[in-house]
């Protein structure tokens, strides 16, 4: 007897009048709202312009939505165009299969049309989407759960999935392996924040990030799932594409780092650098109005004092203004030397009459 279990929907659609509402269709729904939200954000924050994202993903959610339901139809297409099976079932998206790796694939030749339009680069859309799409293959994963379908091995673990009795499907309880890879997404969308703060990532490595993360969980997940599949060397096919994917995508993440490091400056040719750069641009400015303001400070305080010296040196002095002079000029001379103060006067009286007889000159001028 099991005393515990996640039970299964009984139906996974609920009809609205004529309109029938599908549980899969929503999963798949609510995940992209989910990644553009979250895209949105890490966009902005990046110094984009709010609503890139979303003007990108209707180029990108089509496209990826198309070629996941080709890898799943080529992979699969004994369940579509084998014996007694009717080939109009391969456009039936709403009954579940769509594969994750066609979806990347077909959607980045999307998004490279929408950002090609925006003039924008890619890696950096990428990089900005990366833990939103993560988030939004843990939304879609529950569209199994409503469809009772890509379950695992029999078990009678507590968390065991009950099975009920259905179109190629045995009753019982079984590994829910659509749980395990829904827990797994939000760890990799976890991870890739994380690291991108950290390390900040540019030049599409966030997306290799989470693509090299989410291999590592499809490839075990996998492994445990007991529903129909092609075979290489007694594997499926979906852990070697695991396998084969994880090493690109860690092989970019190398070579990227060596090539292009740091991160982009500028995501949209139209907006300020990110990362610091604007207050770095204001400090700089900050400063050169600092140098500016001491620039003048001084200018304006030489001038003066070489006011001050001409006026003391070339000018007849008035009344009261030799003691002045005498404080603002160096004590040399009869300040310095006692028998030295007739000379300095006869020096300052001889000055002061070449200065008198210039300045008529200067004032026909």
């Excluded at 966009?43 to 990108?60: H, S, Y």
């Excluded at 089509?62 to 992979?75: A, D, K, Q, S």
Aim: hydrophobic share 45%; glycine share 12%.
């Amino acid at each position: 007897m099991d005393l515990a279990y996640i039970p299964s929907p009984s139906t996974g659609v609920i009809h609205l009048g004529p309109i029938p509402l599908r549980g899969y269709a929503f999963c798949i729904i609510i995940g992209v709202f989910v990644a553009v939200w979250l895209g949105n954000r890490r966009w902005i924050a990046r110094g984009g312009k709010p609503g890139t994202v979303a003007d990108i993903a209707v180029w990108a959610v089509p496209f990826g939505l198309v070629g996941g339901r080709l890898y799943h139809v080529i992979t699969d297409y004994q369940l579509y165009f084998g014996e007694g099976r009717n080939w109009v079932d391969a456009f039936k998206i709403w009954e579940g299969g769509l594969g994750i790796w066609g979806a990347i694939a077909l959607g980045a030749v999307g998004a490279w049309i929408g950002c090609r339009l925006r003039g924008i680069p890619l890696p950096a859309w990428a990089d900005a989407l990366a833990p939103g799409i993560a988030l939004a293959q843990a939304c879609g994963r529950w569209g199994n759960w409503f469809n009772q379908e890509l379950y695992g091995r029999a078990t009678d673990l507590p968390w065991a999935l009950k099975i009920s009795e259905g179109p190629n499907r045995v009753a019982g309880t079984y590994h829910p392996t659509f749980l395990y890879e829904s827990l797994w997404c939000v760890g990799v969308a976890l991870l890739v924040i994380w690291a991108d703060r950290r390390f900040k990532l540019g030049h599409g490595r966030a997306f290799a990030l989470y693509v090299a993360a989410y291999c590592v969980g499809r490839g075990w997940i996998e492994y445990m799932r007991v529903d129909e599949a092609h075979h290489i060397l007694g594997v499926r096919l979906n852990v070697w594409t695991s396998i084969v994917v994880f090493l690109l995508a860690v092989t970019y993440l190398v070579l990227s780092a060596k090539l292009r490091p740091g991160r982009e400056a500028i995501v949209e040719p139209d907006r300020e650098p990110s990362g610091g750069s604007e207050p770095a641009a204001e400090a700089g400015s900050e400063s050169a109005t600092a140098k500016a303001g001491a620039a003048s400070a001084v200018k304006a305080g030489s001038e003066p004092a070489t006011a001050t010296a001409k006026a003391g040196a070339g000018a007849v002095p008035k009344a009261g203004s030799e003691p002045a002079a005498k404080a603002d000029a160096p004590k040399t001379g009869a300040d310095a030397d006692p028998k030295a103060g007739a000379t300095a006067e006869d020096k300052t009286t001889g000055g002061d009459e070449s200065a008198g007889a210039k300045a008529p000159e200067a004032k026909k001028l």
